[in-house]
């Protein structure tokens, strides 16, 4: 168990509000990531982080942001939320040393956009 | 254009059985591989790993082999146990600047029958 949580766990929002999702640890790993998981597509990195205040984008970072003033704490935020943002979001880190191969997960937010 | 491959969207297999889930990448560069494993409505799960430097890994009833050459990894699950049913995720990392990441597959369904 790395720690993770992830709030909320379900949301249903209307498009064009802005939505912020939590991922917290418990355990100061350095490397945090952002993913949406949807039918036909797998896994696909939305944003992720290398420390506080460093982030970088991954391959679907067109309308999210990220956030990462704190160790422990990852904002994704969806500054105007889309259908096409409907999907499954999971939030995870890397522990294996400084490069991190090994990822483990959250629980996962369950967001639809309306 | 995947660079990581699983072209079984689905695995069925009577209980007590070999189950092989196959994956394939075209990435040259990668370096390191691992198996997760994803039940509904929860966050996938670090399985097995290999490295490019090995051709086979062994944990339990999981063992994965790597054939370089092919550029194909396959995860063997002996014997198949109901609980064993799930999403399986194959990904792959290689070196990139400053952080690793994993590209993944579409993942394969396998269903345990008793």
């Known amino acids: 168990d790395a720690g993770i949580t992830q709030s909320p766990r379900h949301k249903v929002t209307e498009t064009g509000t802005p939505v912020t999702l939590r991922c917290h640890q418990t355990e100061n790993h350095r490397y945090m990531y952002w993913y949406r998981q949807d039918p036909g597509h797998g896994l696909r990195l939305i944003h992720y982080s290398y420390g506080v205040k460093d982030t970088d984008k991954g391959e679907v970072s067109d309308g999210y942001s990220v956030s990462r003033s704190k160790t422990e704490d990852f904002l994704l935020t969806l500054e105007s939320a889309t259908s096409s943002q409907t999907s499954v979001y999971f939030c995870a880190i890397s522990i294996g040393g400084a490069s991190g191969d090994e990822q483990y997960f959250g629980p996962g937010t369950r967001l639809t956009v309306t | ?114």
């Open chain 2, 1 to 114: 254009d995947q660079q990581v491959k699983q072209n079984s969207p689905s695995l069925s297999v009577q209980e007590g059985r070999i189950s092989i889930l196959n994956c394939d990448y075209t990435n040259s560069m990668f370096d390191y591989f691992l198996w997760y494993k994803k039940y509904p409505a929860e966050g996938p799960t670090f399985l097995i790993s290999i490295s490019s430097i090995k051709d086979k890994n062994e944990d339990g009833r999981f063992t994965v082999f790597l054939n370089k050459s092919a550029k194909h990894l396959s995860l063997h699950i002996v014997p198949s146990q109901p609980g064993d049913s799930a999403v399986y995720f194959c990904a792959a990392s290689a070196e990139a600047g400053n952080n690793r990441k994993l590209i993944w597959g579409l993942g394969t369904s396998l269903a345990v029958n008793p």
